[in-house]
């Protein structure tokens, strides 16, 4: 059983930047990043594999956000850069269990909050 931990949350202007850690309290098979908006659904951002070769992003994160993880701290990052209001959202980072290569991700963290003002 893993617990995920997200820090680096924030308020910055549209056009910052902000740097998202998810400390995870073993060692973890794929992770990802989700965010929930004000008012909306959970929606997926981006994932990585569990060796960090293989990374997935959502169309709105492409070209400004860069997944990575650093599997000797096990820790998961998402680079958030050129942010705009609607990148306004909890995010959450999500693992799955490290024998479990398929399926939904088996732990959650309970988010940080990033807010993007105009």
């Given at each position: 059983?893993?617990?995920?931990?997200?820090?680096?949350?924030?308020?910055?202007?549209?056009?910052?930047?902000?740097?998202?850690?998810?400390?995870?309290?073993?060692?973890?098979?794929?992770?990802?990043?989700?965010?929930?908006?004000?008012?909306?659904?959970?929606?997926?951002?981006?994932?990585?594999?569990?060796?960090?070769?293989?990374?997935?992003?959502?169309?709105?994160?492409?070209?400004?956000?860069?997944?990575?993880?650093?599997?000797?701290?096990?820790?998961?990052?998402?680079?958030?850069?050129?942010?705009?209001?609607?990148?306004?959202?909890?995010?959450?980072?999500?693992?799955?269990?490290?024998?479990?290569?398929?399926?939904?991700?088996?732990?959650?963290?309970?988010?940080?909050?990033?807010?993007?003002?105009s």
């Amino acid at each position: 059983q893993a617990q995920l931990v997200e820090s680096g949350g924030g308020l910055v202007q549209a056009g910052g930047s902000l740097r998202l850690s998810c400390v995870a309290s073993g060692r973890t098979n794929a992770m990802g990043w989700f965010r929930q908006p004000p008012g909306k659904e959970r929606e997926f951002v981006a994932s990585i594999s569990r060796s960090g070769g293989l990374t997935n992003y959502a169309d709105s994160a492409k070209g400004r956000f860069t997944i990575s993880r650093d599997n000797a701290k096990n820790t998961m990052y998402l680079q958030m850069n050129s942010l705009k209001p609607e990148d306004t959202a909890v995010y959450y980072c999500a693992a799955r269990n490290y024998y479990s290569d398929y399926g939904p991700y088996d732990f959650w963290g309970q988010g940080t909050q990033v807010t993007v003002s105009s």
